[in-house]
């Protein structure tokens, strides 16, 4: 089973897996600060899965059948939604779960034909009733804002793109967190209403 998902993971489009290497630095520097029960959520599983967020990106490339476009659109949705929820962190409790719907939700607004959320909740490993409950939460967290500018879009890219080269290297040891602890913020792109790259904070790794 472990070697089947390294196969997928190495086989996995170059935006999943630039996408899957920031958000694992993020999630391990949370989890070195965050204590139990520092944020309450419906993202927040009870128990950690065993499945890496590598793998799991993997999973979701495989079998969602999205296209890579809609993992930069999910990238921003993520951003959103953290920068309106300040106390929601991203670390091995809510990454998986935050992941899965913030695909759902950029499926469903960038591509012509999608999977329904039943079939979304299998390839996510979680129930039909929590696929739903958790699209419901991220789209009021995000409140509804889907629309992403060609601007916005290319910048978000550009910080994935930034990430390509990393892939190919060793992980470097975590650097030391030049926020205040627990901090679980994406890396901010300049968007529609950034007023300049000094929005770029919290979610880098």
């Given at each position: 089973?472990?070697?089947?998902?390294?196969?997928?993971?190495?086989?996995m489009?170059?935006?999943?897996?630039?996408?899957?290497?920031?958000?694992?630095?993020?999630?391990?520097?949370?989890?070195?600060?965050?204590?139990?029960?520092?944020?309450?959520?419906?993202?927040?599983?009870?128990?950690?899965?065993?499945?890496?967020?590598?793998?799991?990106?993997?999973?979701?490339?495989?079998?969602?059948?999205?296209?890579?476009?809609?993992?930069?659109?999910?990238?921003?949705?993520?951003?959103?939604?953290?920068?309106?929820?300040?106390?929601?962190?991203?670390?091995?409790?809510?990454?998986?779960?935050?992941?899965?719907?913030?695909?759902?939700?950029?499926?469903?607004?960038?591509?012509?034909?999608?999977?329904?959320?039943?079939y979304?909740?299998?390839?996510?490993?979680?129930?039909?009733?929590?696929?739903?409950?958790?699209?419901?939460?991220?789209?009021?967290?995000?409140?509804?804002?889907?629309?992403?500018?060609?601007e916005?879009?290319?910048?978000?890219?550009?910080?994935?793109?930034s990430?390509?080269?990393?892939?190919?290297?060793?992980?470097?040891?975590?650097?030391?967190?030049?926020?205040?602890?627990?901090?679980?913020?994406?890396?901010?792109?300049?968007?529609?209403?950034?007023?300049?790259?000094?929005?770029?904070?919290?979610?880098?790794?």
């Amino acid at each position: 089973m472990a070697e089947e998902e390294d196969l997928a993971a190495a086989d996995m489009p170059r935006v999943v897996g630039a996408l899957s290497a920031l958000l694992e630095r993020v999630t391990e520097r949370n989890d070195a600060v965050a204590g139990p029960g520092t944020d309450a959520s419906a993202f927040r599983a009870t128990a950690k899965p065993d499945i890496s967020v590598r793998a799991y990106m993997a999973r979701i490339a495989r079998f969602a059948g999205c296209s890579p476009a809609c993992f930069v659109a999910a990238y921003i949705y993520l951003d959103r939604l953290l920068r309106r929820r300040r106390a929601l962190i991203v670390d091995s409790y809510s990454v998986h779960r935050l992941l899965i719907t913030a695909v759902l939700a950029a499926v469903k607004f960038m591509d012509d034909i999608c999977y329904n959320n039943a079939y979304f909740a299998k390839v996510g490993g979680i129930s039909l009733p929590e696929m739903n409950y958790l699209e419901v939460d991220f789209l009021f967290g995000i409140g509804f804002d889907l629309k992403v500018s060609p601007e916005t879009f290319g910048h978000y890219c550009a910080i994935l793109q930034s990430e390509m080269p990393c892939l190919e290297m060793e992980p470097e040891p975590p650097l030391a967190l030049p926020d205040a602890p627990g901090s679980s913020r994406l890396h901010r792109c300049l968007s529609e209403d950034d007023g300049s790259s000094s929005s770029q904070q919290q979610m880098a790794a």
